[in-house]
């Protein structure tokens, strides 16, 4: 009996056993899931993160594979991944498939020619110009595929007066450019070749491949003891890492974990520097100043039209600007007398302090974004007699509807000057900030914070690193607050998918604000054209500029902002390109922004 009995009794306890174990492995299998989950996605960002700054390692293997980068590991609606899907299709680029090494086959803007269609033709305002653009190798033979990156503008230095062009690309090594002619007298055409196509190729591949070529540093401080690590949002495995992924819109941005300090004690982040060695032997050839960066492309024939006067003409009085039917594409404005004249809206002149005061009285102004944003922060500070802060007061010495009436010191080294004491320096960083400048008797605050990482500037405090979408939801905003957004320059050496998602989370926080306080001003500023060598053009091309630019206007362009458009105002301009434009080029940005601020003294065309 006792032989017949055993095998009943454990039977049960046998599968019983077993069961246990097979939920067990399921229940640290999924626990693992999830802790790794916390690092990747939005929703586990938040949910997860029971402390501020999690540690982990990144898993060795696969060399191919040793790259983290948290802005692959993101979880997109079915609308968001559509919408994703769509602007990078907008974005795909004419290049050729062939493997094309050899420098002499590249694109020679020296060999390549420009022709004026219908040159003869009695042109005047409002009509279409159109150029023809053939390129050929070094060794003279035509170009038989596109994907050359061109930029093309008409002008007349005699007036200072120029605009942009729009460039097709035909993909067989022949471009159409199309210009509408908006003044009389002689015009003249510029064709620059900014990057071969093979120079694209390159630049292409860096984007997608080499994320982290711009490296980034933070340092950790515990008393006396301080360490430095590495900084980015790709980094290679193998080693511990800080996670600082924001909570609220699951921005990844990780860090080493120093050696001997924990992730909490992080004190500053700057940029660490700029990878060498990113091109094959014969790539550097695609990349030459005064061969192939930003080279004129010559005509065949005559490189101007004669313009004669007609009925439609240029009022310079109202600055309004009447055109033929014939055109079928418009600027969205260009430069007469060096003023920027807009195809789109009218354009006040604030060109005394008087004006920018009565047009800001009782506002209060952000500025959110980069360098080039900052330059019109510096350019309202300088223009105005105001008080600089280079770090504002606490948050709570305004008061919640951010009128001025009841701004007070937050300190007695916080004090208002007399303007004529000039800038008061606090102890922010140079060209870093946060600043701000009051005019107490107008009521007149303007604000200026740069965004949050990847931004490559000297040193920022690490509780400075703030998101623009954070800081937007902050801002009450109403009929006196007005918010001004430039972020473009800090994301081209990534892949467009890390800016689509930055631009997603501000445009959620700008829809937010328009929801709760419609009478908000919220303007956008566009990228910008600038000077580029072989170097630069690595890190910083106007290629990518142009590609995220394109990104910008198509995620805001059923959001009610308005625009400054940068891009075609500093490619218009006589003056040399540069990241920073000229003060002429900065006033008149201002003037745009001005006028889109003080709605009511401005006449939509």
């Known amino acids: 009996m006792r032989k017949t009995m055993w095998p009943h009794m454990f039977r049960p306890q046998f599968w019983y056993m077993t069961l246990a174990l097979v939920v067990l492995f399921f229940l640290i299998r999924n626990i ?19 402390l501020d700054h999690q540690t982990f390692t990144v898993d060795g293997g696969d060399p191919a594979k040793l790259m983290y980068c948290g802005y692959q ?8 991944e559509a919408e994703e899907k769509a602007l990078l299709n907008t974005l795909k680029w ?12 590249s694109t020679d803007p020296s060999k390549s020619v420009f022709v004026i269609m219908r040159s003869e033709t009695k042109f005047i305002i409002g009509s279409q110009l159109e150029i023809l653009v053939r390129m050929s190798d070094f060794e003279g033979r035509p170009k038989k595929y596109g994907g050359d990156y061109l930029q093309a503008r008409i002008y007349s230095p005699l007036t200072e007066t120029g605009a942009v062009g729009k460039v097709v690309d035909h993909q067989n090594g022949i471009y159409t450019v199309i210009f509408t002619i908006l003044w009389e007298g002689i015009v003249k055409v510029s064709v620059l070749l900014v990057h071969p196509s093979e120079g694209i190729k390159v630049l292409k591949r860096l984007r997608d491949e080499k994320p982290d070529r711009v490296f980034f540093r933070s340092k950790f401080r515990s008393g006396t003891f301080t360490e430095s690590t590495e900084c980015n949002l790709c980094l290679p495995g193998g080693h511990p890492v800080c996670n600082y992924t924001d909570r609220n819109t699951g921005e990844p941005w990780f860090c080493y974990k120093p050696k001997k300090l924990p992730c909490d004690t992080r004190v500053s982040h700057s940029k660490g520097g700029y990878q060498k060695g990113l091109l094959t032997e014969e790539e550097p050839l695609f990349f030459q100043s005064g061969i192939n960066i930003k080279v004129p492309i010559l005509s065949s024939g005559p490189d101007y039209v004669m313009v004669e006067p007609s009925g439609s003409k240029v ?3 109202n600055t309004e600007t009447t055109a033929s039917d014939k055109a079928t594409w418009f600027p969205s404005g260009f430069y007469f007398n060096d003023t920027w004249v807009s195809m789109r809206y009218s354009i006040q002149r604030f060109n005394n302090p008087e004006d920018v005061t009565a047009c800001l009285q009782g506002k209060v102004v952000h500025f959110f974004g980069d360098s080039t944003i ?4 510096n350019y309202l500070t300088a223009f105005l007699p105001v008080v600089l802060y280079s770090h ?4 709570s010495a305004t008061s919640k509807s951010e009128g001025l009436d009841t701004l007070i010191p937050v300190a007695s080294t916080q004090g208002f000057l007399r303007a004529d004491l000039g800038e008061f320096d606090l102890g922010s960083p140079i060209n870093v900030g946060p600043y701000m400048s009051v005019d107490t008797k107008n009521n007149i605050m303007l604000k200026f914070r740069c965004h949050g990482p990847p931004i490559r500037f000297s040193s920022v405090s690490s509780s400075e690193l703030r998101y623009i979408a954070n800081e937007l939801d902050g801002i009450e905003g109403g009929l006196n607050t007005v918010v001004a957004i430039s972020i473009w320059s800090h994301f081209s050496t990534f892949p467009v998918e890390v800016y689509i998602r930055r631009l997603r989370n501000i445009r959620k926080s700008v829809l937010r604000m328009l929801n709760r306080s419609p009478d908000t001003v919220i303007v956008i500023k566009t990228a910008n054209v600038q000077e580029l060598g072989p170097e630069i053009s690595l890190f910083n091309s106007d290629w990518f500029s142009f590609q995220l630019d394109m990104v910008m206007r198509k995620m805001f362009e059923d959001v009610n902002v308005f625009w400054v458009d940068a891009w075609e105002m500093t490619l218009a301009h006589h003056l040399p390109h540069n990241l920073h434009p000229q003060p002429v080029i900065i006033k008149n940005q201002i003037d745009v922004f001005l006028s889109h601020v003080c709605l009511r003294n401005v006449q939509d065309v």
């Open 32 to 50: 693992y899931k999830i802790e790794h989950l916390g690092y990747s996605t939005v929703s586990a960002a938040n949910q997860l993160h029971s």
């Open 73 to 80: 590991h993101q979880f997109l609606t079915a609308q968001e």
């Open 94 to 105: 004419p290049l050729f498939s062939q493997d094309v090494s050899d420098f002499f086959r």
């Open 315 to 317: 009022r310079a009085k």
């Open 374 to 377: 900052r330059q019109w922060f």
């Open 392 to 395: 504002p007061p606490d948050q």
